[in-house]
């Protein structure tokens, strides 16, 4: 199985604002809930991280007994000119362009259709072959953000990419996708674990 978890809460996140390729450090409440999420986790035979620092901050604080692998194929969209904004201080016109068009791309930056290439890239060589990747009995994790893990959702679907504005996904949050013979299957989504909860916890959907 493909175990995605999307890195926890940054200062960033917490600012409200929009968080691409900019470096922001995980919040003590980020960190604490990154290794919450160790219990809601199985046998693992690979763990794949973004190449930024909150992706690998989390990966970290999983502690699991494998290596991280770094794959720029998960890293968060580009938001260019937009990086670092306030959500709220975007203009109406802008995010009615961007929903419209997934082709649309910031100044600088990179458009969501270029980051659904990328991820479905991964993904498919992660189920390329029985035995390997995440076909075989052990899950492998991706530590990643909001954008790719919403295009890993859209192709376990088979949808649209436009579905992902249709997902919410919170931080330090778990989705779960399987194969069956006829190609993936979306098992669970955004899935979070309480920090103050006991060993192996009950996942609850968000």
Not at 181 to 205: K, M, Q
């Amino acid at each position: 199985m493909l175990v995605l978890v999307r890195h926890g809460e940054t200062a960033g996140n917490a600012a409200g604002q929009l968080l691409g390729r900019r470096e922001s450090p995980l919040t003590a409440k980020g960190r604490s809930d990154a290794v919450a999420l160790r219990a809601a986790l199985g046998p693992v035979s690979r763990l794949i991280s973004s190449p930024l620092g909150r992706a690998c901050d989390t990966a970290d604080a999983l502690r699991l007994d494998v290596p991280v692998e770094l794959d720029p194929r998960w890293i968060e969209v580009d938001y260019g000119e937009l990086e670092g904004h306030a959500l709220d201080a975007v203009p109406a016109e802008l995010w009615a362009r961007w929903r419209a068009d997934l082709t649309f791309r910031p100044l600088g930056g990179e458009s969501l259709a270029e980051v659904a290439v990328r991820v479905r890239s991964a993904c498919e060589e992660l189920f390329a072959r029985p035995g390997a990747g995440a076909r075989g009995d052990a899950d492998v994790v991706v530590v990643s953000h909001v954008s790719p893990i919403k295009a890993a959702v859209a192709w376990a679907l088979g949808t649209g990419d436009e579905v992902v504005w249709r997902l919410y996904l919170a931080t330090a949050s778990v989705t779960r996708i399987g194969w069956r013979n006829d190609g993936p299957v979306l098992i669970r989504y955004n899935e979070t674990i309480p920090a103050t909860a006991g060993s192996r916890p009950g996942p609850r959907v968000s």
